[in-house]
C-alpha cells in the first residue's frame, strides 16, 4: 500500500505517478516468493499388510499425510497437490490401495 502525505509540495501528475511508480518497483524488489499450492483431499483404505506402503507415499509438498483412522479399516487421508493427483492414484493402484 502507498499512502501520500501532503506536505506542501505538489508534484503534479507526472511527479506523482512517478512516486508510485518507483516505490511499486522498490517494494516488488524486496517481495519474497512464496509457492503456494492446490491440494485435494485423497481418502485411501490401507490393509494392515500395506501400512508402510502408504507411509511411503508421503513426500511433501507434493503429498502430504494429514490423517490416520486405525480400526477395522485402516483409512489415511491424504492431501495431493492437484496436478499430480492422476499420478497418485496411479502408484495407489501399483500398491494395490484402495480410494475409500
Known sequence: MVVRWF???KLGTGGLSRAYRETAAETLKRAQIVDHYVYDRVHVIVPFERLSDAYRLVDPPSVIL???DFGERNTF???VRR???DQFT????ARRLTLR
Open 77 to 79: 487421508a491424504f492431501d
Open 83 to 85: 496436478s499430480l493427483r
Open 7 to 9: 506536505g506542501g509540495v
Open 90 to 93: 496411479q502408484a495407489l493402484a
Open 66 to 68: 494429514v490423517g490416520e
